[in-house]
């Protein structure tokens, strides 16, 4: 066999399986692929969606395109024909596009095109093997979020603050309005309308005044807290990823630890935003008021170091400067212009005012009992005016736990707290019990110790 005759079959059966197969292509009329644009990448249920399909290099003329498309939220069922337009090229080689109606959030949409020639030829896809095309409309429904959480101002004297927040809102619908709910544990309930500047998304910013919540009674060991939930009202089965809240700084009369949580619920309130801001106020706002109080108690603790029957005038000269200090504190401005206009009764700060010029009172009564007492008295064990300080250490110290001596009237409840209670801060408390027990414990262990001393027998040495 000559060795060019492998090659000329070759050949031959290429060229001729070329001719085949380009007829055979040529004869469908149509080339390149069924092609759908909706306006976006998935949709919009506010706009009409195009439909597009492009024929390249036709055996025969193409008489007209037909779209069939079915609506349905499962699979499709009855279709609709759209005869579709030649918007570019002509009727070999051309586009031929057409939209249909607008479309609820969520909807399938089935679609195929019939192409068919100028010899009647149909060209449809649609076989047992060849199933339509497919999308769905999918926008979420509208929705909050908040990315920006500050607090502006603070006011002290009223305890409410100044907020600033910026809403992210996801908006599809062609509407010009949307409304946000707020609620601040019930205090302060509202809402406000923001304009829709563009669709899809947009931020908006607003300021609230809202009310601290707390006890203003602990004053000046106040904690307040705000709690509030942001909402729109549209039901959806959409859930989404929210996004982080960024806190500004603020920093005045408070700090505030924060925290806050975002919840969408599904089927229910479409964003749900619940944003905690605790406050707590900076020590050294309480100092004026801390400092001079602890001095006090000390002093009152070290007047016991004092011997009631030599150094009595010195004891009463103590009393009597913290019970002028308790009473031109307690009338000062500057206690008055700090506390709460929502404190109600009597506040921690005046209520540990008046118990220290009570307590100043009771030492001065048992310091003059013991005086008297260990004036008339046989030299006994304990000295008598070291048991009247007990006595007096004692009664501060029932008051201190649990006399019930604070009130606070709030709606729908009553509360009585001693004064013990009432203090949030464990460092004061510790302070005050240091201070009310300090003098007379070292007197005591001073008494114990010259008593044994005493009763020590003396060697004499004989020579």
């Known amino acids: 066999m000559n060795r060019t005759t492998p090659v000329f079959v070759l050949v031959s059966t290429f060229i001729v399986c070329t001719v085949f197969v380009g007829s055979v292509y040529s004869s469908m009329g149509v080339h390149g692929p069924y092609i759908a644009y909706p306006k976006s990448s998935t949709g919009a249920p ?34 609709v024909e759209v005869p ?31 192409v068919l020639d100028v010899r009647g030829n149909d060209h449809s896809p649609i076989s047992e093997f060849d199933q339509p095309r497919e999308f769905r409309i999918q926008v979420f429904y509208p929705r909050l979020q908040v990315i920006f959480f500050r607090v502006k101002d603070i006011n002290e004297k ?14 599809p619908e062609d509407k010009n309005l949307t409304r946000v709910y707020y609620n601040n544990k019930n205090v302060d309930v509202g809402d406000f309308e923001v304009e829709i ?8 910013q607003k300021e609230l005044k809202l009310n601290l919540i707390g006890s203003a009674e602990e004053f000046p060991f106040d904690n307040y807290y705000m709690d509030i939930i942001f909402s729109t009202l549209y039901e959806t089965d959409v859930e989404f990823t929210p996004k982080q809240i960024y806190f500004g700084d603020y920093f005045d009369y408070y700090i505030w630890d924060y925290s806050y949580d975002n919840a969408t619920e599904k089927f ?35 007047s016991h170091l004092l011997e009631s029957t030599k150094r009595l005038t010195g004891r009463l000269t103590i009393y009597l400067t913290i019970f002028v200090f308790v009473a031109s504190f307690s009338a000062s401005e500057v206690l008055r212009d700090m506390i709460p206009l929502s404190a109600i009764g009597v506040n921690v700060a005046e209520l540990t005012l008046n118990l220290l010029g009570a307590y100043s009172g009771i030492y001065s009564i048992c310091t003059l009992i013991g005086n008297f007492a260990s004036s008339i008295s046989r030299r006994t064990r304990i000295d008598p005016a070291l048991l ?38 464990l460092l004061f ?35």
């Open 46 to 79: 506010w706009d009409a969606i195009g439909f597009g399909i492009d024929v390249t290099n036709a055996e025969q003329e193409i008489a007209n395109v037909t779209l069939f498309y079915s609506v349905n939220k499962t699979d499709p069922q009855t279709y």
């Open 84 to 114: 579709m337009n030649l918007t570019k090229g002509d009727n070999r080689t051309g586009s031929w596009t057409c939209e249909i109606p607008p479309q609820e959030n969520g909807t399938t949409i089935w679609y195929y095109a019939s």
């Open 158 to 171: 009223e305890l409410t603050a100044n907020i600033e927040v910026t809403f992210h809102i996801y908006r």
């Open 197 to 204: 500047a563009q669709r899809f998304e947009f931020t908006e």
């Open 268 to 302: 229910q309130q479409q964003s749900v935003i619940n944003v905690h801001v605790y406050f707590k106020r900076k020590i050294e706002r309480t100092y004026f008021f801390i400092i001079p109080t602890l001095v006090c108690f000390f002093l009152l603790g070290a």
């Open 388 to 425: 009247a300080d007990l006595a007096a250490i004692i009664s501060a110290l029932l008051i201190f736990f649990s006399f019930p001596v604070f009130r606070i009237d709030v709606p729908f409840r009553k509360e009585v707290k001693s004064l013990y209670t009432q203090i949030p801060d």
């Open 429 to 463: 408390k510790g302070l005050i019990l240091c201070g009310l027990i300090y003098g007379w414990i070292i007197s005591f262990l001073k008494h114990i110790y010259e008593r044994l001393r005493s009763t020590t027998p003396t060697l004499e040495y004989v020579q």
